[in-house]
T-cell receptor, first 116, second 114 residues
Framework: GAVVSQHPSRVICKSGTSVKIECRSL??????MFWYRQFPKKSLMLMAT?????????EQGVEKDKFLINHASLTLSTLTVTSAHPEDSSFYIC????????????FGPGTRLTVL | AQKVTQAQTEISVVEKEDVTLDCVYE???????LFWYKQPPSGELVFLIR??????QNEISGRYSWNFQKSTSSFNFTITASQVVDSAVYFC???????????FGQGTTLQVKP
């Protein structure tokens, strides 16, 4: 099956610093990658959709300058949380789709961000 | 507008009981896909099933079964003879249109007690 990895799995940082999260499709070419955010005991909320080589499309209410998304290759997308604050602490999950079915997403294991 | 509703926030059962998790969806598209995912405490989403809108056949996979009824816009999930390892949060999700976006329900936390 399709495998998606995320790195790091867990990160703790100080307020004001920037954090980069990587999402990689290991065995397929991901034409589209999605970034989700999940608060404790809540559902997954789509933050943005990124297509390889083009700018990400952000969902309403998501700050583009706060959450920078880059999808420079067919196997890698990055999410950078800029000038992180405690309210940015959350579980971030990426997913990737590509190949025969654009309606099937393969999820990464998630990254737990804690901002002190 | 697309929406997925999982009315049951938390369910608690005793091991070996059967349990059904409800999912109701809304979409104006005629072609769409429905999904169920399991999220154990580790956080990683585990894919359980994908069903397209043209296939209303019920599906059974081991102790899991799914009932898809377009007439009521529901895609319910039943676990037969539940086990402690089934304890997790279960999400129903909908994908329609050509964006591939997934709309998740609020999730149902299932606790199976020994």
């Amino acid at each position: 099956g399709a495998v998606v990895s995320q790195h790091p799995s867990r990160v703790i940082c100080k307020s004001g610093t920037s954090v980069k999260i990587e999402c990689r499709s290991l065995d397929f070419q991901a034409t589209t990658m999605f970034w989700y955010r999940q608060f404790p005991k809540k559902s997954l909320m789509l933050m943005a959709t990124s297509n390889e080589g083009s700018k990400a499309t952000y969902e309403q209410g998501v700050e583009k300058d706060k959450f920078l998304i880059n999808h420079a290759s067919l196997t890698l997308s990055t999410l950078t949380v800029t000038s992180a604050h405690p309210e940015d602490s959350s579980f971030y999950i990426c997913s990737a789709s590509g190949g025969r079915s654009y309606n099937e997403q393969f999820f990464g294991p998630g990254t737990r961000l804690t901002v002190l | 507008a697309q929406k997925v509703t999982q009315a049951q926030t938390e369910i608690s059962v005793v091991e070996k009981e059967d349990v059904t998790l409800d999912c109701v969806y809304e979409t104006r598209d005629t072609t769409y896909y429905l999904f169920w995912y399991k999220q154990p405490p580790s956080g990683e989403l585990v894919f359980l099933i994908r069903r397209n809108s043209f296939d209303e056949q019920n599906e059974i996979s081991g102790r899991y079964s799914w009932n898809f009824q377009k007439s009521t816009s529901s895609f319910n999930f039943t676990i037969t003879a539940s086990q402690v390892v089934d304890s997790a949060v279960y999400f129903c999700a909908l994908s329609s249109g050509n964006t591939g976006k997934l709309i998740f329900g609020q999730g149902t936390t299932l606790q199976v007690k020994p």
